[in-house]
């Protein structure tokens, strides 16, 4: 299975020319169209290299868009991760720190870091090294993105 960052990497409802709002059944159509465009016995004599390399991967990537999205699951999954990908993307941030720059608090077992209205921001210590993240003020409506440490 796939990883978060991969699955996000790429939009399988584009790659199938999709929605999100799409049933299984037009999902299904736009998956059956693509496959047999890119599909490798499919392809006309005389295709460069480069182009056959081109469709082969863009019917491996068809393939994949329809097995997690055509799995109630995987697809209900997907559609979280790309939801928190959206609103992280749009979250509107007043700075950006790295995890260096921010204080281990050994006794609430988190990082924090100070707001300029005298709060704090605090990020636990597996957010931390799982992903970037944005961290809001637990006193104002600021808040920071935090660069995972490198």
């Known amino acids: 299975m796939r990883s978060m960052a991969n699955?996000?990497?790429k939009n399988w409802y584009s790659i199938l020319g999709a929605a999100p709002t799409d049933d299984l059944?037009?999902?299904?159509?736009?998956y059956q169209r693509l496959v047999l465009m890119f599909h490798p016995d499919k392809q006309k004599p005389g295709l460069s290299e480069e182009e056959a390399d081109l469709h082969l991967q863009r019917f491996i990537d068809v393939d994949q868009a329809w097995k997690v999205l055509s799995n109630e699951e995987s697809r209900r999954k997907?559609?979280?991760q790309l939801r928190a990908h959206e609103l992280k993307q749009?979250?509107?941030v007043d700075a950006c720190v790295t995890v260096e720059?921010?204080?281990w608090d050994s006794e609430n077992e988190c990082y924090s870091y100070s707001c300029r209205c005298g709060g704090e921001f605090h990020l636990e210590k597996e957010e931390a090294e799982e992903e970037d993240s944005v961290v809001c003020c637990?006193?104002?409506?600021?808040s920071i993105e935090?660069?995972?440490a490198t």
């Open 78 to 80: 997907f559609d979280l």
């Open 138 to 142: 637990d006193t104002c409506s600021l």
């Open 90 to 92: 749009r979250w509107p």
């Open 146 to 148: 935090v660069k995972r």
């Open 101 to 103: 720059d921010m204080n």
């Open 7 to 9: 699955d996000l990497q």
């Open 25 to 30: 059944q037009e999902l299904k159509q736009k």
